[in-house]
């Protein structure tokens, strides 16, 4: 019998490679009965921490979808829009409100619930091109995954979701994590970046028969 494998998806939800990573993730999942736990890791927690990364709030959304241009190259599914954003007026969105109106979600519908909204905010943000910065916005989004609004809105307001990102963080670092997207499997082995289903699949299973030797 195969070991169960337990992986812990480290992500953010304005980081186009974890958008395309996601979906590989999910048919492993099914395909090898993995054990997925969601943690955030925030690239840029606000204006502040993005301004000192790239100069400007508009240079930062210059660079970033560039980055966004590797990324649809990548996707499976061809569902990233980098012409809608850049024709948005919104400043490029920073991480932490959307990270936290994740960690609501799970509140909510647990860890399946997380990642259905995760992978909702994400495809809100890198093909509908959505201010996933915006708290209504979010809570829009959670609508249409099935929450809850004025709880959604209630619980957002907790300084718990904040206090479940700062462990998160604590978590990444343990892990020694830098980037998103980061899987840990069983608290041991650490596979970084968007890697196609076939490497992933084949570096899980490497990882499954080292647990199964061991």
């Given at each position: 019998?195969?070991?169960?494998?337990?992986?812990?998806?480290?992500?953010?939800?304005?980081?186009?490679?974890?958008?395309?990573?996601?979906?590989r993730?999910?048919?492993?999942?099914?395909?090898?009965?993995?054990?997925?736990?969601?943690?955030a890791?925030?690239?840029?927690?606000?204006?502040?921490?993005?301004?000192?990364?790239?100069?400007?709030?508009?240079?930062?959304?210059?660079i970033?979808?560039?980055?966004?241009?590797?990324?649809?190259?990548?996707?499976?599914?061809?569902?990233?829009?980098?012409?809608?954003?850049?024709?948005?007026?919104?400043?490029?969105?920073?991480?932490?409100?959307?990270?936290?109106?994740?960690?609501?979600?799970?509140?909510?519908g647990?860890?399946?619930?997380?990642?259905?909204?995760?992978?909702?905010?994400?495809?809100?943000?890198?093909s509908?091109?959505?201010?996933?910065?915006?708290?209504?916005?979010?809570?829009?989004?959670?609508?249409?995954?099935?929450?809850?609004?004025q709880?959604f809105?209630?619980?957002?307001?907790?300084?718990?979701?904040?206090?479940e990102?700062?462990?998160?963080?604590?978590?990444?670092?343990?892990?020694?994590?830098?980037?998103?997207?980061?899987?840990?499997?069983?608290?041991?082995?650490?596979?970084?970046?968007a890697?196609?289903?076939?490497?992933?699949?084949?570096?899980?299973?490497?990882?499954?028969?080292?647990v199964?030797?061991?």
């Amino acid at each position: 019998m195969k070991q169960k494998l337990r992986v812990d998806f480290f992500h953010d939800v304005i980081c186009g490679w974890c958008y395309v990573l996601s979906p590989r993730l999910r048919h492993l999942a099914k395909e090898m009965n993995l054990e997925v736990h969601h943690h955030a890791f925030a690239l840029s927690a606000d204006k502040n921490e993005m301004i000192r990364k790239f100069g400007s709030m508009k240079q930062a959304k210059k660079i970033i979808l560039g980055h966004w241009e590797h990324c649809a190259l990548a996707d499976d599914q061809n569902r990233v829009n980098v012409e809608g954003m850049r024709k948005k007026s919104f400043e490029y969105p920073t991480s932490t409100t959307g990270l936290i109106a994740c960690k609501v979600a799970q509140k909510q519908g647990g860890k399946e619930e997380y990642w259905d909204y995760f992978d909702a905010v994400t495809h809100a943000h890198m093909s509908e091109n959505r201010n996933i910065a915006d708290l209504e916005t979010l809570a829009d989004i959670a609508v249409e995954v099935g929450l809850d609004k004025q709880r959604f809105l209630k619980d957002y307001a907790s300084s718990d979701r904040v206090q479940e990102i700062q462990r998160d963080r604590k978590l990444a670092r343990k892990f020694e994590i830098q980037s998103t997207p980061s899987l840990v499997i069983n608290e041991e082995w650490v596979i970084s970046g968007a890697l196609s289903l076939n490497e992933l699949r084949k570096q899980l299973r490497h990882i499954q028969q080292q647990v199964c030797a061991a």
